[in-house]
């Protein structure tokens, strides 16, 4: 049986919330869903809706935030495809992906392929997330006040270098098999760094 909402796209009230909650719990339930897997999937759902308000289907919503949780970075290698995974579910894997697409966008989630080519979901808010953007950071500061310094053009592309060295095989915060896309993560994350600091200090 697919549940169909009758709140769309009503201003998101806290009860609104908790009834989609309710909702999906009783859900995994049904399905035997471990509770770990439950309580992050059920908090990914509580972050999209006070976001966006809550969706026209109720079951691949749900769906789809499960998908999202079981498949993070640190379950590598993770073999279920999302065909099989909409399959267990007995949903169509279309409106799984359309949902999973919908919350990756909304909530800014990074999506790392290995090289079977399955995605894996990093959180704009997790763990992984909060130490790249935490060792770019630091980094880029350095750089660029060595570069005032010393008066010659800093080095970005050997900064990445180090820092996805350090990220994905001396800390190990993050598989080495995504390392040539945390790669490009990192770089871009350089970029937008590096620009903010330096229109900091010209702009004074």
Excluded at 99 to 126: C, N, W
Excluded at 159 to 171: F, P, T, Y
Aim: aromatic share 8%.
């Amino acid at each position: 049986m697919v549940t169909h909402f009758d709140d769309e796209h009503l201003a998101v009230s806290p009860q609104i919330i908790v009834k989609v909650v309710r909702d999906a719990h009783e859900f995994f339930k049904e399905n035997k869903i471990d509770e770990r897997y439950e309580n992050m999937a059920l908090d990914l759902l509580r972050r999209y809706v006070s976001k966006d308000g809550v969706p026209r289907e109720a079951d691949p919503f749900f769906g789809a935030a499960l998908y999202m949780v079981t498949r993070h970075p640190w379950s590598h290698p993770n073999p279920l495809t999302k065909t099989e995974f909409a399959s267990k579910l007995r949903m169509k894997e279309s409106s799984l992906e359309w949902y999973t697409d919908r919350i990756t966008e909304k909530l800014g989630f990074a999506v790392l392929h290995d090289k079977a080519h399955l995605p894996f979901f990093m959180d704009s808010q997790g763990i992984i997330a909060s130490v790249v953007d935490s060792v770019v950071s630091a980094s880029v500061g350095e750089v660029v006040i060595r570069g005032i310094v010393t008066g010659s053009p800093p080095s970005y592309s050997k900064l990445a270098d180090g820092i996805v060295d350090r990220l994905c095989n001396v800390v190990k915060i993050v598989p080495s098999v995504f390392e040539q896309e945390i790669h490009n993560l990192v770089r871009r994350k350089i970029e937008d760094e590096s620009k903010r600091l330096s229109d900091q200090l010209l702009s004074r």
